[in-house]
């Protein structure tokens, strides 16, 4: 019996997907996303289907983090309490804020998880925060003891990769910012903590081979607005002083930034998380998706700069 050979395009997709699992395979990939993201259930599904995917065929291990800044100040607003940011548009939580902002993200992690496992029902999406199982432990950002913002001071990784080796290996953490405040004995002992920045710690303290931060666009953009696909870290604050990075951007690149700096693989993409197919493209298109924020060794070990 004789057999038709495989047809170019499809042999050279089929050495492409080897060629990414001997890459990824056991490594870990954290994806974080927040906001309106976070409130679109058709976003949440994508998320899911290329996460399952991730697992399952490049045998990579996934954590996912999201915030929900817009869900946050909804609550607020019906609560009555009004929201407060310093400086640097970073929230500055007071106990009355902090209540509320752990039931709406509480809220909202059983949402996403909801719509993941339906999604993808080959996976198993378990939701918590960060002071569950006091995973990630957070300092008060300040002496005021009336703020509650806090910056991470210590993450569990061995708890939350046990957590990931139940059944056959196919569950993915969804965490919400809400950390624990090892530092109180009595009274309240949640801490209020930047979402890119728990993505950040968690991709460095995990070794992940990428940090994935999703967003409304597709990447950081030149002044044309094209797309600008790779950037050292280097040259962050050249582009915003030439105001090539601006608005929201800002803290989001630098974030980038300071996460290639911890991760030992010093990579970290920002695209475009609206997109269904966006997230596997990283993996699987030779170009990637969005923009490369990297180390210079980085890009030079990865053939993007000489």
């Known amino acids: 019996m004789s057999h038709k050979p495989m047809h170019p395009d499809l042999m050279n997709m089929f050495k492409g997907v080897i060629q990414y699992k001997k ?60 929201p407060q940011k310093d400086n640097a548009g970073l929230r500055i939580t007071d106990l009355a804020t902090l209540k509320t902002s752990d039931a709406a993200l509480r809220a909202l992690n059983g949402e996403v998880v909801s719509i993941f496992n339906a999604a993808a029902p080959d996976i198993k999406a378990v939701g918590m925060s960060g002071y569950d199982a006091q995973i990630i432990s957070a ?38 910012p809400i950390c624990h405040n090892p530092g109180v004995e009595e009274g309240e ?73 911890l991760i030992p693989s010093g990579a970290v993409v920002i695209l475009d998380g609206r997109n269904e197919t966006s997230v596997i493209t990283e993996f699987l298109h030779p170009d990637g998706s969005g923009t490369l924020v990297s180390t210079p060794d980085t890009l030079k070990a990865e053939g993007i700069v000489p």
């Open 23 to 82: 890459k990824y395979a056991g490594q870990f990939i954290v994806v974080k996303f927040g906001g309106a993201l976070a409130a679109d259930p058709e976003v949440i599904t994508h998320i899911a289907e290329q996460a399952s995917f991730l697992q399952h065929s490049f045998d990579a291990h996934i954590v996912l983090v999201h915030g929900g800044g817009i869900q946050i100040d909804n609550a607020l607003k019906r609560e009555k309490i009004t």
């Open 189 to 261: 002992n949640r801490l209020n903590v930047n979402a890119d920045e728990v993505a950040s710690k968690l991709a460095a303290e995990l070794g992940a081979k990428r940090l994935i931060l999703c967003s409304d666009v597709t990447g950081v953009l030149d002044h044309e607005r094209n797309l600008i696909p790779h950037m050292s870290i280097d040259e962050v604050d050249q582009k915003i002083a030439e105001g090539v990075i601006t608005g929201g951007m800002i803290q989001k690149v630098r974030c980038a930034a300071h996460a290639a700096e």
């Open 139 to 176: 300092s008060p950002t300040s002496d005021d003891p009336e703020n509650y913002t806090g910056h991470i001071q210590k993450i569990d990784t061995d708890y939350l990769k046990h957590v990931m080796s139940f059944g056959r290996g196919d569950v993915i953490p969804v965490i919400y």
